[in-house]
Structures are given as C-alpha cells and as structure tokens.
C-alpha cells in the first residue's frame, strides 16, 4: 500500500520525536540508526527515505526537543521557568527533560548543522523568557538580555551537575536546591529596576 504524503510526513515526525528523546537519553552517539528506527517502528531500510543522514535527525532531532523545552517557557515569567526546569520531577526525567543539559556536551562535538540547531534553540528561548519583561529601550533590552543568559546557563549548569549525581544523593537534591534559589533570588524585574530609577531622578 503506497503511503500518503501526510502518512509519510506523521512517520518522520514520529521518528523525530523518537530520536529526540532516545538521544536526551542515551546521548547521540549511544543510539545506532537501527536501534532508532525500530523504536519508532521502522524498519532501518526506511531511515535514508527520510533522512540524508544521521546528521541530519541529529539536528531536527535537537530542534524538537529545545522546542518542547520552550513550550514549557510559553506564557510563564523567568521565575516560574527556573522553578520548574530545577525540580527533581525535570532532573529525573532525562528522555522528555532539557535538550541543552543533556546534549549540550556532545553538541559541541558534533557537525555545525547539530550546533546551528542549537544556537537557533537557545535564542529562541531567550526570545520566549524575555517576552513577560519587555523593556523600553536598546540599554534595557541589553541588561535583560544579559541576565536571560546568565539565568539559563546557571539553570543548564546546575541541572547537568545534579544529574551527575547519583539519583539517591543527597548532593543532587542541594545542587538544585542552591541553584534555584541563587538564581531566584538574584532576579529583580526590570520594571522594578526603571521604577527605583525614575524615583531616583525625581528625588
């Protein structure tokens, strides 16, 4: 039975999404294109009708899963991002957790294609974290930007260090626990900041 565009287009999604998280989990050099395609349900004949290489999933592979990381930011401030994404339910969870913790390290590895797709990923989720605390001008915008960076890389940093870890460590829990509050209570809204600074020129 000839498949339909829209089956075929439904099939390579679904081995995306499948590598995404078999990748999160076992890192892209632990997942053989065989093993890959019959996760999905495939057979491994059909991986080079979808795609030109592995290379190739790796970056859409890579763009899924930092998409799905950014819905988590969609409609939530930096705060509320940070709390969620330094929770032990987000460490534990490895396969469907945080594309940047768990391949930032490979990435750096991998061919340029893999790195653009996570550059793209991480400048979109700036993008979305940045949204609540829009600001009014280039100088605002640079500051913001700035400690949207620092935010997220504190963030990925501390939730690799935690899965580092031993799951039962005492250490993993404190990581996050520390990290979280350092970045939580680090954060001063912009809007809070302008406000001090327009009564500052009043006074």
Do not use: W
């Amino acid at each position: 039975m000839k498949v339909t565009k829209a089956q075929a287009q439904a099939n390579r999604a679904l081995v995306v999404e499948t590598a995404s998280q078999l990748f999160r989990e076992r890192g892209f050099d632990g997942v053989g294109v065989a093993d890959l395609m019959a996760a999905a349900g495939f057979t491994h004949g059909g991986f080079y009708k979808q795609f030109g290489s592995k290379a190739d999933l790796m970056a859409e592979a890579t763009a899924c899963g930092i998409a799905q990381t950014g819905a988590l930011a969609e409609g939530v401030d930096a705060a509320e991002f940070v709390r969620h994404y330094l929770s032990r339910e987000h460490r534990d969870n490895r396969a469907t957790g945080c594309t940047m913790a768990a391949l930032g390290g490979d990435a750096a590895r991998q061919p340029d294609s893999v790195r653009v797709a996570f550059e793209d990923g991480v400048e979109n989720l700036l993008a979305l974290l940045g949204r609540k605390g829009a600001s009014s001008g280039p100088a605002d915008a640079a500051r913001a930007r700035a400690r949207l960076i620092d935010v997220l890389s504190h963030a990925v940093g501390a939730l690799v260090l935690s899965r580092a870890c031993p799951d039962d460590s005492p250490l993993a829990d404190e990581i996050l626990t520390v990290c979280r509050d350092a970045i939580l209570g680090s954060q001063t809204p912009l809007g809070t900041e302008r406000a001090k600074a327009r009564k500052r020129k009043v006074g």
